[in-house]
T-cell receptor, first 113, second 117 residues
Framework: QQQVKQSPQSLIVQKGGISIINCAYE??????FPWYQQFPGKGPALLIA?????SEKKEGRFTISFNKSAKQFSLHIMDSQPGDSATYFC????????????FGTGTSLTVIP | NAGVMQNPRHLVRRRGQEARLRCSPM?????VYWYRQLPEEGLKFMVY????????ESGMPKERFSAEFPKEGPSILRIQQVVRGDSAAYFC???????????????FGAGSRLTVL
């Protein structure tokens, strides 16, 4: 059973556009929702994270929107740049679930110059 | 803080040999996770360990794979009698495992890329 569902699988965006990646989760016990960015040949790196006590978190061009009632969260990349081309993974975790991390299946983002 | 250190970065083995992948967590982190990633695919959870304990090994194949995180030294993922299908990138991640409001941030290493000939 996939605890975290991520979409789309791949995304192509023009430079300067907005990239949006969506995730949905099942377990209401999750209380920590990070996003990871992975470049080819590298390990995933933490990009931005949110807790359910806020509905939005912004860091530079990256924003997480969180909808607790719908059990959904999304990553918005404003003014997308070719350097943002990477694979993005959402995840969810909670001490209640044993500090296990549940990852989405990933979204391959390509930003066209 | 050197981050999560994995070695070797690249490992080539012939079918039937053993592969040992090592992971030193970030300073202050007592939880280690291993993931496998095939090209163009997502992160597949394998095993979650604390010092001297396996917490969750539900993602580990029942045969040929084992993991440990001893009291002293790095965590080791061991693959015996490797087959071509074991070729993948193996990522280690560590976290402080905090159960309070502080974020249980998961930090990944650069990965070990295993090629089985």
């Amino acid at each position: 059973q996939q605890q975290v569902k991520q979409s789309p699988q791949s995304l192509i965006v023009q430079k300067g556009g907005i990239s949006i990646i969506n995730c949905a989760y099942e377990n209401t016990a999750f209380d920590y929702f990070p996003w990871y960015q992975q470049f080819p040949g590298k390990g995933p790196a933490l990009l931005i994270a949110i807790r359910p006590d806020v509905s939005e978190k912004k860091e530079g061009r990256f924003t997480i929107s969180f909808n607790k009632s719908a059990k959904q969260f999304s990553l918005h990349i404003m003014d997308s740049q070719p350097g943002d081309s990477a694979t993005y993974f959402c995840a969810a975790s909670s001490p209640i679930t044993g500090n296990q991390f549940y990852f989405g299946t990933g979204t391959s983002l390509t930003v066209i110059p | 803080n050197a981050g999560v250190m994995q070695n070797p970065r690249h490992l080539v083995r012939r079918r039937g040999q053993e592969a040992r992948l090592r992971c030193s967590p970030m300073k202050g982190h007592s939880h280690v996770y291993w993931y496998r990633q095939l090209p163009e695919e997502g992160l597949k959870f394998m095993v979650y360990l604390q010092k001297e304990n396996i917490i969750d090994e539900s993602g580990m194949p029942k045969e040929r794979f084992s993991a440990e995180f001893p009291k002293e030294g790095p965590s080791i993922l061991r693959i015996q009698q490797v087959v071509r299908g074991d070729s993948a990138a193996y990522f280690c991640a560590s976290s402080p495992g905090q159960a309070i409001s502080g974020a249980n941030v998961l930090t990944f290493g650069a990965g070990s890329r295993l090629t089985v000939l």
